[in-house]
């Protein structure tokens, strides 16, 4: 999967969807390995109760889109989504 540039990637989430603040949080863990809020960290290691109930009302709203979104523009190694945890990633930039 050939990635987009760290701002066109924000925009696309966004246009998926995906709230601001996610849309950069989930940007800074696919560049930098920043691990986010519980909300982010939950979702990315497949732990749905424990997304749901950290979600903030926009988030929660949004979930099915995060989900989406998360699953078709990010790579598979830096999330869980139906599989087991494969917590760390440690980032694009440090490939």
């Known amino acids: ?3 987009p540039t760290r701002t066109e990637f924000i925009e696309r989430a966004e246009g998926e ?3 601001n603040h996610t849309a950069y949080a989930i940007a ?3 560049w930098d390995a920043e691990p986010g809020g ?3 960290s939950a979702l990315l290691s497949n732990d749905l ?3 749901v109930s950290r979600a903030d ?7 099915a889109d995060i989900v989406k979104f998360l ?3 990010v790579p598979a190694d830096c999330h869980s989504l139906g599989s ?3 917590m760390p990633w440690k980032g694009l930039s440090a490939e």
């Open 1 to 3: 999967m050939e990635m």
């Open 17 to 19: 969807g995906v709230p």
């Open 28 to 30: 800074a863990w696919v």
């Open 38 to 40: 519980g909300f982010l």
């Open 49 to 51: 109760d424990l997304t």
């Open 57 to 63: 009302g926009l988030n929660r709203a949004a979930l």
């Open 71 to 73: 699953w078709w523009n």
């Open 84 to 86: 087991e945890p494969k």
